[in-house]
């Protein structure tokens, strides 16, 4: 691609920043109406997005905000109905130890009075109706399970690649091996001497200027708004003038195979004190993920699950599946995103940052499922409108402290 072709062909409202499962789905969203050119480095979901595991748990993992969880499980029930993606429902399911039966029972009595009138369809089952239902499944060493309904899986990069295809169909451009090296803000001052300043101003706010635009290593693209969709690349691309409390983080997946899978039904779930998930695939094979761990050199790290988690994984694959005979493992991978402080993601038009400017990013993990509420949410943000769920728990202003230096959580362990 040259700099010419950029320069000529370009004339976009809305460039949107990061080709993962987040950029896609907000091109979506906005192509219906506006002018929109996606911008990626490398290729479609060749980040987070391609080694995720593809769970979408939206009802445990926002128990207290059911209309979120409710519009991202309708959006992918509604998706799967049009061909373009194979969701499977499936119920989520975490076997809870003998010590640990009391607190799981008395969590899942709270979360229904909570939420009583919200959806939330949750419940502690025994070992037998576990094993009933996922005959695969070893429950021996279990005082049974909390199970939540409205869960399922998917393929991450065909989420992907059918979310570009329908930004695409809409008019939107995409554009990969382009990468985005800077946001170009119209400030009121001479910062600079060419009338433009970096993202940011001292202060934010009313002082921060109007985006016009974004350059990029093929030249500079003219345009009104940016959405800064890069995963944990979304820190370097603001700094310093929009600091976002966002650190890379790696987590790890294996594929392990099992006679005891074939030809039996087995659940989705987690285990919080070994820190895993895992979810079916294929005929006869069980992904179990986890064991994450913040990263300083986030480009280096490896993208090959560690000696030492496959090994784990497959502990826990042999402990919890019915059969006697050793798994075997056929696949790994790892891959690297973008963590916040309190595991939520930052999906916001910033107050201090320029008009013009939205944020995407920090969906620690849960990425795949969060993608139709963050296209919905950045679409009510730009126009200045109210969302159909709460927008506050995405919200940048819930920081006051807006480093990167803060204590990492994994999800997979109950953080």
Do not use: K
Not at 1 to 25: F, K, Q, T, W
Not at 348 to 372: E, K, N, Q, S
């Amino acid at each position: 691609m040259s700099e010419r072709r950029l320069a000529r062909d370009v004339s976009p409202e809305v460039v949107v920043v990061g080709g993962g499962v987040i950029g896609c789905a907000i091109a979506r969203e906005l192509a219906v109406d506006r002018r929109v050119l996606l911008l990626e480095r490398d290729r479609i979901a060749a980040g987070a997005t391609g080694r995720a595991a593809g769970e979408v748990t939206m009802s445990p993992s926002y128990p207290d905000y059911p209309g979120i969880a409710a519009h991202a499980n309708a959006f992918f029930d509604r998706y799967d109905a049009t061909g373009a993606i194979e969701y499977v429902e499936a119920p989520s399911v975490e076997p809870v130890s003998p010590d640990r039966e009391e607190a799981a029972r008395a969590r899942v009595d709270r979360l229904r009075n909570e939420v009583a009138n919200g959806g939330l369809d949750v419940a502690f089952e025994s070992p037998d109706a576990v094993e009933r239902r996922w005959p695969a499944l070893d429950m021996s060493g279990y005082a049974g399970a909390v199970r939540f309904a409205n869960a399922g899986y998917l393929d991450p990069a065909e989420l992907a690649d059918a979310l570009r295809a329908d930004a695409e169909e809409s008019g939107a451009r995409v554009e990969t091996g382009v990468t985005v090296t800077g946001i170009r803000v119209d400030g009121e001052g001479d910062n600079g001497g060419d009338g433009t300043e970096p993202v940011g101003g001292t202060d934010g706010g009313a002082d921060s200027g109007s985006v016009i635009g974004v350059e990029t290593d093929h030249g500079a693209i003219d345009c009104s708004t940016v959405v800064a969709a890069a995963g944990w690349r979304t820190r370097e691309l603001l700094a310093p003038d929009l600091p976002i409390p966002i650190r890379p983080y790696r987590t790890q997946c294996v594929v392990i195979r099992s006679p005891a899978l074939r030809g039996r039904d087995v659940s989705m779930g987690w285990l919080p004190g070994p820190d895993v998930y895992f979810r079916p695939m294929g005929e006869d094979e069980l992904l179990v993920g986890g064991r994450s761990a913040a990263v300083d050199d986030p480009a280096a790290a490896s993208r090959s699950a560690d000696g030492a988690f496959r090994e784990h994984a497959s502990e826990i694959g042999s402990g919890l599946l019915a059969d006697p005979d050793p798994v075997r493992i056929v696949d790994d991978w790892a891959g690297v995103d973008a963590a916040t402080p309190d595991t939520r993601p930052i999906v916001d038009r910033p107050a201090a940052g320029p008009d013009g400017l939205a944020v995407a990013t920090g969906f620690h993990g849960r990425g795949i499922m969060t993608a139709p509420v963050a296209a919905t949410l950045i679409r009510h943000r730009i126009e200045g409108t109210d969302p159909p769920f709460p927008g506050d728990p995405f919200a940048l202003s819930r920081f006051e402290d807006r480093s990167a230096d803060f204590r990492f959580a994994s999800i997979s362990d109950g953080g």
